[in-house]
């Protein structure tokens, strides 16, 4: 009875340590949860049940420790996360206040990765690089940029600020600011509000594939094409009764 009862009270003051820790260390992550997510219900849920949130504890303790250049430890804390989470965010990377990880399932974040503020990752989304290239080979994502689910930011490339990339796109290339991203590769469908020609429905929660559209524009010329010639035939039989 003795030992449920330590037990109980060493969960109980972990817990309250826990989250006056995330209140005071996580502020602005906590914000950014409670903001972009209809489903949040207040601070004390993202804090004990929010993976997203959970994988940027083990990611500022593990760059802390990289950044003491203590050996080994950082790695080992990374990973510790990743099993925990299935959220992986390498220690050297660099990331600015307010990012918010939703659900964050297979998100992977590379060791040269710069991220700004006020960031938000949906899960799948990966911050990588192209090849086996030293120094600098990973994104610069600014600030207030949305990666769409499952889409991938590979090399050395810059994503401007206030940029929506949307869900699966592959975006190897630069991107302006103020700019939306579809496809693969990865395209910019509207700049500063205009959609650029050839753009395409810029809703992200119902983003359509780039390719599929094209084909449907083919599809249709296509069916024009066969009833004017259908059209032209059926003229030309009435020509030769007469």
Same mark, same amino acid.
């Given at each position: 009875m003795d030992i449920f009862m330590d037990i109980l009270v060493f969960l109980v003051v972990f817990a309250a340590v826990f989250y006056s820790?995330?209140?005071?260390?996580?502020?602005?992550?906590?914000?950014?949860?409670?903001?972009?997510?209809?489903?949040?219900?207040?601070?004390?849920?993202?804090?004990f049940t929010y993976s997203g949130y959970h994988a940027l504890v083990f990611y500022r303790i593990?760059?802390?420790?990289?950044?003491?250049?203590?050996p080994f430890l950082p790695r080992f804390v990374s990973q510790l996360g990743k099993w925990?989470?299935? %959220?992986? @965010?390498?220690?050297?990377?660099? !990331? =600015?206040?307010?990012?918010f990880i939703d659900h964050g399932m297979g998100v992977v974040i590379g060791e040269t990765a710069v991220i700004g503020k006020n960031v938000t990752l949906f899960q799948g989304v990966t911050l990588g690089g192209t090849g086996k290239e030293k120094g600098k080979r990973h994104p610069t994502i600014g600030n207030n940029v949305v990666v769409g689910a499952?889409?991938?930011?590979?090399?050395? %490339?810059? @994503?401007?600020?206030?940029?929506? !990339? =949307?869900?699966?796109?592959?975006?190897l290339?630069?991107?302006?600011?103020?700019?939306?991203?579809?496809?693969?590769?990865?395209?910019?469908?509207?700049?500063?509000?205009?959609?650029?020609?050839?753009?395409?429905?810029?809703?992200?929660s119902s983003l359509p594939d780039p390719l599929a559209q094209a084909l449907e524009r083919l599809q249709h010329e296509i069916d024009h094409i066969e009833t004017e010639i259908a059209d032209y035939h059926e003229r030309k039989g009435e020509n030769q009764k007469h």
């Open positions: 820790a995330g209140r005071i260390f996580f502020a602005g992550e906590l914000k950014a949860a409670l903001e972009r997510d209809p489903a949040a219900n207040g601070y004390a849920e993202i804090i593990s760059s802390i420790l990289k950044k003491t250049n203590v925990m989470t299935g %959220i992986e @965010i390498h220690p050297g990377a660099t !990331i =600015g206040e307010g990012l499952g889409a991938k930011v590979l090399g050395n %490339i810059t @994503i401007g600020d206030n940029v929506m !990339i =949307g869900a699966n796109a592959v975006v290339r630069d991107v302006p600011e103020d700019s939306t991203v579809v496809g693969v590769p990865g395209r910019v469908a509207k700049r500063k509000g205009k959609r650029l020609p050839g753009g395409i429905n810029l809703d992200h």
